[in-house]
């Protein structure tokens, strides 16, 4: 069965620094794999994901990650982070056999 | 392109009643999820629906049922709800079924049971 951990329920960065949240997974198959940002009181917005066509994938407001396969990780990185960024983050995963598997999420705070 | 809607945004019930969600997904979508969202639990997935049929279902009782119309409009129902039942639960849509399809979340239904 697959699954999904994120590592760090809470992370917290200066604006301008490096955003780094972290994402492992487990899957019996190739997975595909998701990020997904939670503003409150709104429903989840999807970053990026993975398909197996670029292992570098690039999403919206200059979020990337990196599929690593030999670490099993899908980890979210943005070079500056901008008061805008602080949000619930959740790594997600999917294959051809189970459902979407969520993790536990990361909440970003921004600190000026 | 109308994003997912949800209806209503907030409830409140009081235990023992029963519950409908509903979901209209984008437009074109054929497939509709639904996920139970709690501080506790996190997100957790109820079930799939595609083409009106159930295709996917999570771990949770009988009381949770749903279901798709033609016109991929679902529903989702809880009977003799329960303190617990309480969440946010969210609605996603993709355009078709399968794993690598992109889900598009609605702003779900914030339901409190008193």
């Known amino acids: 069965a697959q699954s999904v951990t994120q590592l760090g329920s809470h992370v917290s960065v200066s604006e301008g620094a490096l955003v780094l949240l972290r994402c492992n997974y487990s899957?019996?198959?190739?997975?595909?794999l998701f990020w997904y940002v939670q503003y409150p009181n709104q429903g989840l917005q999807l970053l990026l994901k993975?398909?197996?066509?670029?292992?570098l994938v690039k999403g919206i407001n200059g979020f990337e990650a990196e599929f690593k396969k030999s670490e099993t990780s899908f980890h979210l990185t943005k070079p500056s982070a901008h008061m805008s960024d602080a949000a619930e983050y959740f790594c997600?995963?999917?294959?051809?056999?189970?459902?979407?598997?969520f993790g536990a999420g990361t909440r970003l705070t921004v600190k000026p | 392109k109308a994003g997912v809607t949800q209806t209503p945004r907030y409830l409140i019930k009081t235990r023992g009643q029963q519950v409908t969600l509903s979901c209209s997904p984008i437009?074109?979508?054929?497939?509709v999820s639904w996920y139970q969202q709690t501080p506790g639990q996190g997100l957790q997935f109820l079930f799939e629906?595609?083409?009106?049929?159930?295709?996917n279902k999570g771990n949770f009782p009988g009381r949770f049922s749903g279901r798709q119309f033609s016109n991929s409009r679902s529903e989702m129902n809880v009977s003799t709800l329960e303190l617990g039942d309480s969440a946010l639960y969210l609605c996603?849509?993709?355009?078709?079924?399968?794993?690598?399809?992109?889900?598009?979340f609605g702003p779900g239904t914030r339901l409190l049971v008193l």
């Open positions: 996603a849509s993709s355009l078709g079924q399968g794993a690598r399809e992109t889900q598009y």
């Open positions: 899957s019996s198959v190739p997975p595909y």
């Open positions: 993975y398909t197996s066509a670029a292992t």
């Open positions: 997600a995963v999917s294959d051809q056999v189970d459902d979407m598997r």
């Open positions: 437009s074109g979508h054929r497939s």
């Open positions: 629906y595609f083409s009106e049929t159930q295709r």
